[in-house]
């Protein structure tokens, strides 16, 4: 089955700095990778995805990059803020028939005023 | 109501208590997902239901036993639970298990649980 790894576990960042999560996952036949951001007392809620067939995906200050070859992926978020202090989680799955989707272990981000 | 609810927000039981978690989405969504986080530990996929029937069924211990009457309401009856059991309880849905972004999970805020 899929396994996806994720990394740092937390990571703290002045305001304005940016911030990277990296994701690896295992299943080549992965093909969809979406990013979840968890506020305290909330659920995940997803923020931005990327498929296979796109090495590149941006909206606004939050960027996910993809190297298909390499099976990683990466959130990148410019000019953090505080509102941006959350826990985010990669995914991966696929299409085809029922396909769960595979959760990272969650990077916790806090962005100091 | 909109998005995916869950009730209770928080409970706390001793271990030969019953209750009740219960979900509802108001997405029009065709499955729906029992999820366990703990701290430090990837989201556990426990059960999941589409169209009202159990598609997987993760390895759960059979003290957990989900209900789904309906596309829209998810329950997961607890009973005789473990203090190891306790984590925050995550119910989700979405538009189809089809893979891909049919997967996009709509998460509800979830119920905090405690077992004493």
């Known amino acids: 089955g899929e396994n996806v790894e994720q990394h740092p576990s937390t990571l703290s960042v002045q305001e304005g700095d940016s911030a990277v999560i990296k994701c690896t996952y295992s299943d080549s036949a992965s093909n969809y990778f979406p990013w979840y951001k968890q506020e305290l007392g909330k659920g995940p809620q997803l923020i931005i995805d990327i498929r296979s067939n796109v090495g590149e995906k941006k909206d606004q200050r939050i960027a996910v990059t993809l190297n298909k070859t390499a099976k990683h992926f990466s959130l990148h978020i410019t000019e953090t803020q505080p509102e941006d202090s959350a826990v985010y989680f990669c995914?991966?799955?696929?299409?085809?028939?029922?396909?769960?989707?595979?959760f990272g272990i969650g990077t916790k981000l806090q962005v100091i005023p | 109501e909109t998005g995916v609810t869950q009730t209770p927000r928080h409970l706390v039981m001793g271990m030969t208590n019953k209750k009740s978690l219960k979900c509802e989405q108001h997405l029009g969504h065709n499955a729906m997902y029992w999820y366990k986080q703990s701290a430090k530990k990837p989201l556990e996929l426990m059960f999941v239901y589409s169209l009202e029937e159990r598609v997987e069924n993760n390895s759960v211990p059979s003290r957990f036993s989900p209900e789904c009457p309906n596309s829209s309401h998810l329950f997961l009856h607890l009973h005789t639970l473990q203090p190891e059991d306790s984590a925050l309880y995550l119910c989700?849905?979405?538009?189809?298990?089809?893979?891909?972004?049919?997967?996009?999970?709509?998460f509800g805020p979830g119920t905090r649980l405690t077992v004493l």
């Open positions: 995914a991966a799955s696929h299409s085809g028939g029922y396909q769960k989707v595979t």
């Open positions: 989700a849905s979405s538009q189809d298990v089809g893979g891909g972004a049919l997967n996009e999970q709509f």
